[in-house]
């Protein structure tokens, strides 16, 4: 196996290539003047089955378009097989028709994926995994929910309380809790589908004088982490941390979380970040481990 160094994770992509010992393909890259993408492979790949990383964090449009001229450019350079590594899959939110008319974009993405000739998708904490099983694509997702609890473990949080900021997140913190062993809770959070405005109901938690480390798949606005944090401050939480896998961090995220009252925000390098501290090379090297010949 090679791993191809796509433009949006080459660090990434280079850790992954180093822990399995195989070798990581440097991918040439730029933007014409008209902003669209150019693409060449710096080594050979006939005959080779190959793992592309390619995270599709902000720009998506730009790093999907990317991944798909990847895929398809692999194959028609004679890759026998094609493995697309997307920790952050980009619409997998956009799952439903939440409006009458809405696009369902994730099915779009899936079928986009199979057409440029990927084999199989290696995602991590995508944000509803049954969206998978609607793809014509094996597509596995993996939990760096593991690395980030483990994260706040060694650093003396061992028995914080670990809290999901929404129903959605409600399983992410019970497998926090497991490391943790400090319990674990949920907030409730609806999202107004016109303005994007997110308003959180408060619930009585047992976390007044405990450490808390909020567990989310996403960061976005961090409109979401905000509210918890001042509800979680306001029950007399001791102090609160953020946690993500996916850290979006746009416009003032980071700002506006710690102005209500967090300690820290922790996210992976799913998608390079202002808080990003925890790798998922260790995590997605195993799960591609069983593919790798050499
Ligand atoms: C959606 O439910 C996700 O799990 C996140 O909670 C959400 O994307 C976070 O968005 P924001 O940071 O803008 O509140």
Request: some cysteine.
């Amino acid at each position: 196996m090679k791993i191809i160094l796509g433009p949006s994770s080459t660090e990434l992509g280079r850790k992954i290539a180093e822990i399995l010992g195989v070798k990581a393909v440097s991918i040439a890259h730029k933007k014409f003047p008209d902003g669209e993408s150019y693409i060449r492979f710096e080594e050979e790949i006939a005959g080779e089955e190959v793992a592309i990383v390619q995270s599709t964090g902000p720009p998506q449009d730009t790093n999907l378009i990317q991944l798909f001229i990847l895929a398809d450019a692999a194959k028609d350079l004679g890759a026998k097989r094609v493995v697309a590594v997307v920790p952050y899959l980009a619409y997998a939110r956009q799952d439903k028709r939440f409006l009458p008319g809405e696009a369902i974009s994730i099915q779009t993405i899936g079928k986009l994926l199979k057409a440029s000739g990927v084999d199989e998708l290696l995602t991590v904490n995508v944000h509803e995994e049954k969206v998978l099983e609607k793809f014509e694509i094996p597509a596995k997702n993996v939990s760096a929910i593991g690395l980030l609890a483990d994260h706040f473990r060694s650093r003396g949080l061992e028995d914080a309380f670990a809290l999901a900021p929404d129903e959605g997140a409600a399983g992410l913190a019970d497998e926090a809790s497991k490391i943790l062993g400090g319990g674990c809770g949920w907030l409730r959070k609806e999202r107004d589908r016109y303005t994007g405005e997110v308003k959180t109901e408060e619930r009585i938690l047992d976390v007044s004088g405990k450490d808390v480390i909020i567990f989310d798949d996403i960061i976005s606005t961090g409109g979401t982490i905000a509210n918890a944090v001042k509800i979680l401050k306001k029950q007399g939480a001791r102090r609160v941390y953020a946690a993500c896998v996916h850290p979006l961090m746009i416009g003032n995220a980071k700002e506006r979380i710690l102005q209500s009252g967090a300690e820290e925000i922790v996210g992976t390098d799913s998608v390079p970040s202002n808080v990003t501290v925890v790798s998922l090379a260790p995590l997605l090297a195993e799960a591609l481990a069983g593919k790798v010949k050499g």
